[in-house]
């Protein structure tokens, strides 16, 4: 019997068609929400501006499409404008403009927003954003933004502006000034959390920051930059052509406030804890400046300390690392008007708050400072003082100048008739001053002057005057009682100049050929230059030696003793002369006094003489032989009347011989010459010397000191 089998059903296809009735039934709904629910987000949205800034504020939305299955979110042409006030609740929101291309959210947690939860986002991108705010909003009882939140919280994994465009300020001038600028958030937390966690910046993870150009009015002053870029992650603000300029020029005139003129190809800040400042404190590794141009003008009152400015917005102020290279620095406003090139500063540990003064010099724990050349005016406008380089280091306590110049700016006659009497034409070059042990924190917290040890190599110093024109009315500065009344405190242990040359230049009213003298290979050592109470008195006093050559031809040895704060200015010099030609002295003599030395041999001469503000007194003892004067005419020629006076002054008044014979005791001359307080004190020395010469010589003690007084 055959086997009958049943022939297979045919396959079920409702479920395929259940699967399409489903799909289209979902693309129907997502249709006609995003028909219905697109307008009433966007007419949502512009309502709530209005409502919330009580008609203030009108927002216009062009486009507003809502991506449901990608959880996302498109508006474009947004445009927020600023409607007159019409109540005193809104009055104090500020004028605002906004206009931005397109913001595009994904990933927006749908459930977490329904729930009212923390909702978690994706991205966020805006763009084409531009802006104007007139002033900052003033609210009365000012929140943190996750407070203002109808939600538990917001957190977007990134967030991004783009061709961003921006303004600040009222009138045609805004306050401030953005150009195209470009900024990434990542892991922004808009919660209770959030604000609390202080690795964030802000409510920010991480911040990246690029600006083309910006401009900032401050007081009295234009900031602009040509590009700026800040990287959280790599804890670095970096800013390219830097612009400060002020309202008024620079110039000597000082006003109120202080007056900058900047600018700094590039500034690099590296290191930067953007977490701290965010919270008023900041800290960084290294700032580097290079090539700034600094000029400014100094106010007519002090400013305020630097730390006293910041005080109203940072808790604290440290930077590791201070460097600037190549710089230059003019500073207006001060008499003597310095400036300086292709300076380089490096500073270590910089801290501005807290403050720790007494620690810190000018806020940091060390500088290091070299400069090229630099000018400064003293006496001004009399004086130009400059040098060719400066090195200085605080932590080694050393300071060295190179090539310092002290040139006048007048000739010797121009000079004497700007300052309506005799005044000395000074000329300076010192090839190299050194400063060791040289305390820094003294000089910045204290405005003292202390060092171990002050050297000056190969100085030529060239004096000249004009006696043509009346003395100088005011009482000499060039005295030790002046050095202990300086308005700071001075301390050096010891002084040294080594290999010195000094000439000396003077016209007489008598002849126009001026007197000369020199001195020679110049040794000098000083020990307790200071004017400190405690370091200077009568038991521990200035003291010093001095060597040289006068004339190139005679050994010259000084021994000083002084108490710079005795107020009548007393003080001791010691001396002595080697052997010479007395004929060495014509070059001043002659000129100047209308005398000659025919002949004169000097052996030996030595003196003690006491100083003060009431003349020189004191005694030498001078061996020579054969000393013959010669009285000159204006002609300096001996004619026949300077011929008879010259025999009566040499057969009547001049010793030729001291001592007159062999084996005779030598004749003592008196040093007595009284003080004249407009002229220094070296004055004051020469006029002793010269009359204790006359006197020794046998001219009398009266007119000895009357011929050294003269001038």
Same mark, same amino acid.
């Given at each position: ?38 307008? !009433? ?206 309202? =008024? ?62 005080? /109203?917005?940072?808790?604290? %102020? ?68 400059? !040098? ?125 050929? /001026? ?38 031809? %005679? ?31 014509? /070059? ?56 008879? =006076? ?38 004051? !020395? ?26």
């Amino acid at each position: 019997m055959p086997d009958v089998t049943t022939p297979p059903a045919p396959p079920r296809r409702w479920g395929r068609g259940l699967l399409l009735l489903l799909v289209l039934l979902g693309g129907l709904l997502g249709v006609g929400l995003t028909f219905f629910l697109d307008p !009433w987000l966007r007419r949502t949205l512009e309502q709530q501006v209005a409502t919330s800034s009580h008609g203030r504020y009108h927002l216009h939305i062009t486009e507003l499409r809502t991506h449901l299955w990608r959880r996302g979110l498109t508006l474009r042409g947004l445009q927020l404008s600023t409607l007159p006030a019409t109540s005193s609740d809104t009055a104090t929101l500020p004028h605002l403009r906004l206009t931005l291309g397109r913001v595009q959210v994904n990933g927006i947690g749908l459930l977490a927003l329904l729930r009212r939860q923390e909702v978690p986002v994706d991205s966020i991108t805006l763009d084409s954003l531009r802006v104007h705010l007139a002033a900052l909003p003033r609210p009365a009882t000012p929140q943190p933004l996750h407070k203002q939140l109808p939600l538990e919280g917001v957190r977007v994994g990134s967030m991004a502006l783009r061709h961003a465009r921006a303004t600040y300020g009222p009138g045609p001038q805004p306050s401030l000034q953005l150009g195209q600028t470009a900024l990434v958030l990542q892991d922004v937390w808009i919660s209770a959390a959030g604000a609390a966690d202080s690795a964030r910046i802000g409510y920010a993870a991480g911040v990246a920051m690029q600006i083309r150009g910006a401009a900032l009015q401050v007081p009295g002053h234009t900031v602009k930059v040509v590009g700026a870029a800040f990287s959280s992650g790599s804890r670095r603000l970096q800013l390219d052509s830097v612009l400060l300029r002020p309202q =008024q020029p620079i110039s000597n005139v000082r006003s109120q406030a202080m007056r900058v003129s900047l600018a700094v190809p590039r500034l690099e800040l590296a290191g930067l804890d953007a977490a701290r400042l965010s919270r008023g404190r900041f800290r960084a590794d290294t700032l580097r400046v290079s090539r700034p141009r600094l000029a400014l003008t100094l106010p007519s009152q002090p400013p305020p300390a630097l730390a006293e400015v910041l005080r /109203p917005y940072l808790a604290e %102020c440290r930077l590791q690392h201070l460097a600037v290279a190549e710089g230059q620095l003019r500073v207006a406003g001060l008499e003597v008007e310095p400036a300086f090139s292709n300076v380089t500063v490096a500073a270590t540990q910089v801290q501005v708050l807290p403050l720790r003064a007494a620690q810190n010099i000018f806020y940091a724990q060390a500088w290091r400072l070299q400069t090229g050349r630099a000018t400064a005016t003293l006496d001004a406008p009399y004086y130009h003082l400059s !040098w060719q380089s400066l090195q200085a280091d605080s932590q080694t306590g050393k300071a060295q100048f190179r090539q310092v110049l002290l040139v006048p700016t007048l000739r010797v006659e121009a000079l004497a008739r700007a300052k309506g009497h005799q005044a000395a034409h000074i000329t300076a070059r010192l090839p190299e001053v050194r400063l060791t042990g040289l305390d820094f924190r003294a000089a910045a917290n204290r405005q003292e002057l202390q060092a171990h040890d002050l050297l000056i190599l190969r100085p030529q110093v060239s004096t000249r005057s004009d006696g043509r024109f009346t003395s100088n009315p005011r009482v000499s500065t060039v005295t030790p009682e002046a050095l202990g009344r300086l308005p700071f405190r001075f301390q050096i242990a010891r002084v040294r100049l080594q290999e010195g040359t000094v000439h000396l230049s003077y016209r007489s009213p008598r002849e126009p050929e /001026p007197g000369l003298m020199t001195i020679d290979r110049l040794q000098v050592r000083l020990r307790n230059l200071t004017n400190h109470p405690r370091r200077m008195s009568a038991a521990t006093p200035l003291t010093g030696e001095a060597t040289g050559w006068l004339q190139n031809q %005679c050994g010259v040895r000084l021994q000083l003793r002084a108490n710079l704060l005795d107020a009548t200015g007393r003080h001791t010099l010691v001396g002595a002369f080697g052997p010479a030609s007395l004929s060495i002295l014509n /070059p001043m003599l002659v000129p100047t006094r209308g005398i000659g030395i025919r002949s004169g041999e000097v052996h030996s001469i030595r003196f003690q003489m006491q100083l003060d503000q009431a003349g020189a007194r004191g005694r030498m003892w001078g061996r020579y032989a054969n000393l013959k004067l010669q009285l000159l005419n204006q002609q300096e020629r001996p004619g026949l009347f300077h011929r008879l =006076q010259t025999s009566v002054v040499n057969g009547v008044f001049i010793r030729d011989h001291n001592p007159r014979k062999p084996g005779q005791p030598l004749q003592p001359g008196s040093m007595t010459s009284t003080r004249e307080r407009r002229y220094s004190v070296f004055s004051l !020395w020469r006029q002793g010397i010269v009359s204790g010469l006359l006197n020794s010589a046998g001219v009398p003690a009266a007119l000895a000191k009357k011929l050294s007084e003269a001038e």
